[in-house]
């Protein structure tokens, strides 16, 4: 009788990881059939023959090894119910599909990564990215072997023409498989020979986008604004607070605390990425939070919309953030249609019109600072979007003749 068992081999690899693996043992003879999933030996548990809790993807995993060795014994049973005798390498064979693991037991991990980081926006944007991949797919597996460039821009296609999503969307959406690609590249879970991405492959171009900001004018009429609702001018005040301190995320002004004013500076921690600012309050800030001072109790919050919310659940945190920023952004466009502005308004049109005021007038590496760039590459780009008086005066040297 064949039997079959989960072990952690001895044999390392590059990485100093040791391979997950289904053994299967029959007349004293053994085959392993190797799972693609590398691990650190202090993560494995002998005794039960799993992956221990402290992996940040052991549920992922573990489950992914009972349904391996499911299957392996699916295909012993049935093995053994034959008349003919086979050998424990032949049962081998007849499991192993040379196919890598599944595309989606790596987006799993990689979904898991992102609330282990409390990256909740950004898993429930991947989570519905990832959902309508498998309706595309009409399935919900998809070994890597065929995750190829014909598929991804059958996909491309689809997203395109179908769902009539943008051009910058679909890169999204791509980048994301892309990602995920590259985890199971990492964790030697498959083979980069077979990676569709790349020169001569399936090439991802982020297209240009337009970003467009409120000018001097136009911000002068939100710093006056009157016969408006008091939930507009609230949503306004917000909106305001961010571009005077360079375009703070709508989930950082939500959660400024009076406790993170010092000596007429703002002292806080980036909830993207964990990064110190320190910034002068301007005195049109000062205005502003002098209408909230001296309300209730709201748990220390300049503003009150999070006031019943658990601050240290991050993830409850995110979701009535998102809720609170479709509310802001649908009273911002009533707003500002009422105060005869034409453009566009949303929360983060506030940091662009910080970028569009600013023009060429701060020196880069200054930029770079207010907008918390980790790379002045990327700030050059950013603002690159709002300099145009170069472009201007050749274009004026041309045709002013």
Do not use: C
């Not at 190797?34 to 202090?42: A, C, S």
């Not at 944007?125 to 309706?135: C, H, I, Q, S, V």
């Not at 790349?198 to 001097?216: D, H, L, V, Y």
Request: charged fraction near 30%; proline fraction near 2%.
């Amino acid at each position: 009788m064949a039997t079959v068992r989960v072990v952690l081999r001895k044999k390392k690899n590059k990485a100093g990881r040791f391979p997950i693996a289904i053994r299967i043992t029959k007349d004293r003879k053994s085959s392993f059939l190797n799972t693609g999933q590398y691990i650190d030996e202090k993560f494995w548990d002998e005794k039960n023959r799993n992956v221990r809790k402290s992996h940040p993807n052991s549920k992922v995993l573990n489950n992914f090894i009972v349904s391996k060795v499911a299957e392996a014994n699916d295909k012993v049973l049935k093995s053994e119910m034959k008349p003919e005798y086979e050998s424990v390498a032949e049962i081998r064979n007849k499991i192993v599909e040379k196919k890598g693991f599944d595309f989606f037991v790596v987006a799993n991990m990689h979904l898991q990564n992102l609330k282990n980081r409390n990256k909740h926006h950004q898993y429930d944007t991947e989570f519905g990215r990832l959902k309508r991949f498998k309706e595309f797919l009409g399935k919900d597996v998809l070994p890597f072997n065929k995750l190829n460039v014909a598929l991804l821009k059958k996909f491309e296609t689809y997203l395109l023409h179908s769902k009539k999503l943008s051009p910058r969307t679909v890169v999204n959406y791509l980048i994301l498989i892309r990602t995920i690609y590259n985890l199971a590249i990492s964790e030697s879970i498959t083979d980069r020979g077979l990676y569709p991405f790349g020169k001569g492959k399936m090439t991802i171009r982020i297209p240009e986008s337009q970003k467009i900001g409120f000018n001097a004018d136009e911000i002068q009429k939100l710093e006056n604004a009157q016969n408006i609702t008091e939930a507009q001018q609230k949503a306004i005040h917000i909106w305001l607070i961010s571009f005077y301190f360079a375009g703070i995320r709508v989930g950082d002004v939500l959660q400024l605390k009076w406790s993170d004013f010092n000596d007429g500076r703002l002292l806080y921690r980036m909830n993207k990425n964990s990064k110190l600012v320190s910034l002068k309050v301007p005195d049109k800030a000062i205005e502003i939070f002098n209408n909230y001072k001296d309300k209730s109790e709201r748990n220390g919050l300049v503003f009150p919309q999070l006031k019943h919310i658990n601050l240290n659940d991050t993830e409850e945190v995110s979701k009535r953030t998102q809720s609170i920023t479709r509310n802001l952004n649908r009273r911002l466009k009533i707003a500002v249609k009422e105060l005869g502005i034409t453009k566009n308004i949303s929360m983060h049109i506030a940091r662009h019109s910080f970028g569009n005021i600013s023009g060429d007038k701060i020196p880069i590496q200054m930029l770079q600072k207010l907008y918390r760039h980790s790379s002045v590459t990327t700030t050059i780009r950013y603002q690159a979007n709002f300099i145009h008086k170069d472009a201007d005066d050749a274009l004026d040297s041309v045709i002013n003749f």
